[in-house]
Every structure is written in C-alpha cells, then in structure tokens.
C-alpha cells in the first residue's frame, strides 16, 4: 500500500514502519529544526533526541485527534518537550559530576551560555512582531535594565512617548498570544 498524506497516520497505528519513514521524509525537517534549536549547543546529543521523538510518535499515535490539532503541530509539540528533557538531562548530569573534577566555572559558564541563547532567541521571537524601533525600547528597558532617563537621553524621545510604545507593543503582544492560544 502507498502511504500518503490521507493515510500514514492510520498506517502507523498498524504498525507500518514505511509510514514513519513517511513522517521522516515529510515532517522531519520539523524534528531536526526543534532539535537544533532547544540543542543546539549539544549537537552529540541531537541525534538521539531525534530518535526519541521518532519513538514517542509510534508510541503515542493513539493520542493524536485530529480534531484537536494537525499533525505537524502535534509532532512539533514532542520534538519539543523531548528536547527540554534532554537539555533537563544533560544540565541535571553536570550537577552531579564529581565535583573535584568540575571546572565550576567553566560548568556555570556553559549554563549561563546556554541559558542566555535560548533567552535572546525567545525574546527575538517574542518581540519580532513588534516595530524596530519598539522591539530596541523594550529590549533597552527589559532586557538591559536600563532607567527610563537613560532611554531618553539616548533616544531623544520624551518619557511619555516612551511608556505609550511600550504599552502599545505590549498590548499587540498579548493580543499576538490570545490569538495563538485559540488556534491552539
């Protein structure tokens, strides 16, 4: 039987392997994007992890309803947790080395790297729906804890112009959530 868009999810609760070779060539550059950003600084990792969410989807086909959600968000939805839980892992494995033969420095500093990165990409993320100019305010005001003062002498521009963007970029955040909350 020819597996296809219509039937690989039927097929894999029959336990046909070629319908997960289907999600793989169709859906797998969705695993491995996920992977390599959660992962990224732990490429040795990647590839297990990978075959992990392969596993969790033969496994856990059953919970998949089609009318709570599309596959592809499904499957986003594994590949991500189980990448958390690796990260968990490998982080969790650092506390409890021998710490006489622990750098500690170097151990906080790969936590703190890591830590920072996927911070400034959720916050990307999070404010790339906003204008530049506001995107840099919240930025400076959020991110790098700056005064408000500091702000304005650096921008020229007045505080209450400064609290009006911010309070319209937050609004258009929550608005931007609320939005994905119900397609979710």
Known sequence: MEIKEENFIFEIKKGNEKAL???IDNYGWIIK??????????????????NDILLG???????????????????????????IDYKRKYLKHLEYDNIDDLNISV?????????ANELNEETQELLNC??????????????????IDNITKETGMKRDVIYNRISRGKNKIKTL??????RG
């Open 107 to 115: 151990e906080d500093s790969i936590h703190d790297e890591i830590t």
């Open 57 to 83: 989807i033969w496994t856990n086909i059953d919970k998949f309803d089609v009318e709570r959600s599309e596959f592809k968000n499904w499957l986003a939805g594994i590949a991500k947790y189980k990448s």
């Open 33 to 50: 994007s996920i992977v390599q950003k959660h992962l990224y600084s732990l490429q040795s990792s990647q590839d297990e992890c990978i």
């Open 21 to 23: 070779d289907y999600v």
């Open 130 to 147: 906003l204008k530049k100019q506001d995107r840099d305010l919240f930025f400076k005001l959020y991110v790098e804890e700056q005064e």
């Open 177 to 182: 959530f609320k939005t994905i909350e119900s």
